[in-house]
């Protein structure tokens, strides 16, 4: 969804959008409601943005729906305010911003951005899981495995000998 700049009166703009939008090939559907405000020059959008995407565990490696919960609160800025800079080093005040050129704003861009950088690191199907066996691979939240957990690295067998000799 683009918004025509100049067309935001002095109120701002109420916008609701529900989309399913695709991004690095995976479609993941959002729900946002945003405010967007212009100041002399500059745009603020504010809101709140909800979406559901598909994730894969990081220890079982199967694939879930995951929501993410996200507020919005960005503040674009034009591009021409770059002008002249060859090299512009952003603050910590700054991380909330963007900058737009030309007359439209596009939310969608927006919104992706802000559902990539709220993406869990490791996402767990459940805080419970169990991973996968080392050895076999085997689903340890299916069904324990018959592997022997008594392999013991040789690295570590010079280890294993001295908490012996500690015991006794």
């Known amino acids: ?16 959008i529900q989309e399913t939008i695709t991004s690095d090939g995976a479609p993941f559907a959002i729900h946002a ?3 967007v405000v212009k100041i002399g020059s500059e745009i603020m959008v504010k809101g709140n943005l909800k979406a559901e995407v598909e994730l894969q565990c990081s220890r079982c490696l199967k694939k879930f729906a995951g929501d993410v919960s996200v507020p919005v609160d960005v503040v674009y800025h ?16 700054e991380l909330d911003s963007d900058f737009y050129s030309g007359d439209e704003l596009d939310l969608i861009s927006l919104l992706k951005e802000q559902v990539a950088l709220n993406i869990p690191m490791k996402p767990l199907c459940n805080d419970l899981c169990r991973g996968l066996c080392p050895n ?29 000799e500690r015991k006794e």
């Open 78 to 93: 034009p591009v021409e305010e770059l002008k002249g800079e060859d090299y512009h080093e952003i603050e910590s005040e």
């Open 1 to 16: 969804m683009k918004i025509i700049i100049p067309d935001i009166p002095k109120e701002g703009i109420d916008v609701d």
């Open 136 to 164: 076999c691979g085997a689903d340890l939240n299916e069904s324990p495995c018959s592997c022997s957990m008594k392999n013991i690295d040789p690295r570590f067998e010079e280890l294993r000998k001295l908490l012996k």
């Open 33 to 35: 409601r945003l405010k």
